[in-house]
RNA sequence: GCGAGAGUGGCGGAAUUGGCAGACGCGCAGGAUUUAGGAUCCUGUGGGGAUAACCUGUGUGGGUUCAAGUCCCACCUCUCGCACCA
């Protein structure tokens, strides 16, 4: 929607009331938020917004006795703690007791037309923190359950109906909305929390003190904290009958009705006789007929379609019809990967043991736009479908990545923004396997990446680099068996047969572990460097060689498959590249015999050290103290401690 | 406002457990090859500095530590999420 209109078309939106069908996910509200914990391996801020939309709020909804009337309206709070502050109520404008309690008032045709003005606003603008506070007098009072103080109801563009009771206890010392709302309506400020070691008067209050402090003007509570006096008073109210312990969540119940056509359709039935029901289970499912016409208003068809909409009543016989909307697409998406772990089943919506035996999803990859929704709704329905005894897990996903959106210009890639690059230009000129390298290669998957047109061409190039260095190489090692045993290696061999080694361990555990495949891919170009530097002589080196082109190529498969499949065929060999295992690498290979110790002076880098792996801690502080460049630090000096890293650091203190 | 994440060369990024900051790539500069261009190869490339020694440097300011991009505290900026939620 944009400005009112739809982004598309121009045409107006409006809201319109619907009869529509729910998934009761607010059962599971508690569940969902309370297993949170158990995602372990999930990103924080994923587990973060879904906690945020759950929206958890723990409060006592009380009840305001109405002054000349047999009724009292019920407001919900977290604060009760200031209770004694209570002022005013507020109603939201479409709150059921609106119409009685402004029966009476003398600006009634004024209230009625703000009530008329909120219902047509759409949330967003009405519910903005920005937006202006507005607010009516009905004319009605309630009284104040603990002064027992007669006090206005108003009703206020900010008060939602749906959420809580859709009515507050305004107070106004310590609500900084309530706060503003007073001072644009001159209404009362009672002060009722004190802060530790302050005195504030309401006549010197700027804004709204909603910290903690101890209760003032409260009372038998006086004196109390607010912490306990939030319990202590809860109790009395509830004692009193008055109040009742609450909880809120923010998360509302799921609409699945879309009035499309393209959906699975919502496997209802409403028999005149027999009233709504659901498809019998020997029924479902329910398909979407395809011999249809669009209309052209772009409404759904199926409403109009005699052939779909009747239908019989598997209860009675008689005559029934078909809900016509279908399911929100995030139904589907909600269990589909239980029904790939058996996706040929034709008699179930999937096998309950090969789901037991599949699941949870060890790795579960998505774009962060489906922190809330999809994740969210996954979660609630493996639980349902657990408590229908089909799945014996709680949570589907044990690990989570979310991928970055790719931004340009900065924005969202996206359809609408009309920024998109076309892989298509990306794949005609440089091939798929460049265009996938680039995009793998410019930043970790989890991060957003700003699109630059510019470093595809270095991962062009990089294949070029691959692809003459295998075709250079082919006659010398074609037919050579690289299974052969070499021994007697020359120092240059065994650099590149460490470096090989090295680079299958990193891009083994860069892909296996950390799903960071840019630096995997930035090992493999080292990779190649060294090859390009590796001078070969003889036979020993060109079954070296070999080894670490064939390594290469299936390191390098995952990454760009068609030109690694390629070269791999211009090896020789028949069966596909894929069908080769992953390379493993040697720890011996690894294993150095001389390692650069680096010696600092105070923490500074001053000099760097060759020694054997096996120089005792000793002789490496000898060798230190009595290198060249070091001893210009330390003569003269008192040597007051050295910190020896094994393998990689030498700190002299002086 | 609340919550989360991020901030490192001209650019994308690396540094996985506190231990050589800038891997790898782009770009740029110089050179080789070439009739020329392209492609390729070699060299250099954070800043300052006699271009050596050295100094300095990971958003800002403090702190912890022999040692901080990394840990702690405060702040700034950006991105994302939620947002008048009572």
Not at 103 to 117: G, H, L, Q, S, Y
Not at 155 to 163: D, I, M, T
Not at 397 to 409: A, C, P
């Amino acid at each position: 929607m944009e400005a009112g209109l739809c982004w598309r078309c121009d045409s107006p939106v409006v809201q319109k009331s619907l009869e529509q069908w729910f998934f009761k996910i607010t059962d599971y509200a508690e569940e969902l938020l309370n297993d949170c914990a158990k995602l372990t391996g999930w990103p924080e801020r994923v587990i973060t917004m879904q906690k945020n939309w759950i929206g958890k709020s723990v409060g006592v909804e009380i009840d305001f006795p109405l002054i000349g009337g047999d009724t009292h309206i019920t407001v919900f709070t977290t604060r009760v703690d200031t209770l004694y502050g209570a002022t005013f109520v507020l109603l939201s404008p479409e709150h059921p007791l609106v119409e009685q309690l402004i029966k009476d008032a003398v600006n009634k045709t004024e209230i009625e037309a703000f009530i008329e003005r909120m219902r047509h606003e759409d949330k967003i603008t009405r519910t903005a923190v920005d937006r202006e506070k507005e607010g009516y007098f009905t004319g009605a009072y309630a009284k104040n359950p603990f002064t027992g103080n007669k006090i206005p109801i108003y009703l206020a563009n900010f008060v939602l109906l749906e959420y809580g009771t859709g009515a507050i206890m305004s107070v106004t010392a310590h609500d900084q909305r309530d706060f503003e709302f007073a001072q644009k309506y001159n209404l009362p400020i009672r002060l009722v929390i004190m802060p530790k070691g302050d005195k504030l008067t309401e006549s010197a209050m700027s804004k709204a003190q909603e910290g903690p402090g101890a209760l003032v003007n409260s009372g038998q509570f006086n004196g109390l904290d607010n912490e306990s006096a939030k319990k202590k008073m809860a109790d009395y109210l509830e004692n009193q009958g008055i109040a009742k312990r609450k909880i809120n969540y923010r998360l509302r119940d799921w609409g699945i009705s879309r009035q499309r056509y393209w959906g699975a359709p919502i496997p209802i039935i409403y028999c005149d006789k027999c009233g709504t029901l659901p498809e019998a289970e020997g029924n479902l499912p329910v398909i979407l007929p395809t011999d249809i016409d669009f209309p052209d208003d772009g409404a759904s068809p199926l409403p109009d379609l005699a052939q779909f909409v009747n239908t019989t009543c598997h209860k009675c016989g008689g005559q029934a019809r078909r809900e016509t909307d279908t399911l929100d697409t995030f139904v589907e998406s909600s269990w589909y990967f239980a029904r790939y772990t058996c996706a040929q089943n034709e008699n179930a919506i999937f096998d309950p043991q090969a789901a037991a035996y599949w699941l949870p999803v060890n790795q579960y990859v998505g774009g962060i736009e489906h922190a809330v929704l999809h994740l969210l709704y996954s979660r609630f329905f493996t639980k349902v479908l657990r408590d229908l005894g089909l799945l014996k897990i709680s949570e589907p996903f044990s690990n989570l990545l979310t991928q970055g959106m790719v931004i340009k210009d900065g924005a969202k890639m996206s359809k609408s923004k009309g920024n998109v690059v076309d892989p298509e230009d990306l794949i005609n000129k440089y091939g798929a396997d460049t265009a996938r390298l680039f995009s793998l290669f410019a930043s970790p998957p989890e991060r957003d990446l700003e699109w630059n047109q510019e470093g595809v061409e270095g991962s062009y190039r990089f294949l070029n680099r691959v692809w003459r260095l295998v075709v250079n190489y082919l006659e010398q090692i074609k037919s050579i068996d690289e299974n052969k045993p070499i021994d007697n290696l020359c120092a240059e061999d065994k650099k590149l047969n460490r470096k090989l080694h090295e680079t299958i361990k990193k891009v083994t555990e860069d892909i296996q572990q950390r799903f960071h495949f840019n630096t995997a891919i930035s090992a493999i170009m080292e990779l190649v460097n060294a090859l390009y530097t590796y001078k070969p002589k003889g036979e020993a080196s060109y079954i070296l060689v070999k080894k670490s082109i064939k390594s290469l190529l299936i390191m390098l498969s995952p990454f760009t498959p068609h030109i690694a499949e390629e070269l791999w065929e211009s090896l020789g060999y028949n069966a596909s590249l894929a069908t080769y295992a992953w390379p493993e690498y040697d720890a011996a290979a690894i294993k150095k015999e001389e390692t650069l110790i680096v010696i600092q002076v105070n923490g500074k880098l001053r000099s760097k050290l060759s020694v054997a792996v096996n120089t005792s801690s000793d002789e490496i502080e000898k060798l230190a103290l009595s290198d060249e460049r070091i001893k210009q630090y330390v003569t003269g000096k008192q040597i007051r401690k050295i910190i020896h890293i094994p393998q990689k650091l030498i700190n002299i203190v002086v």
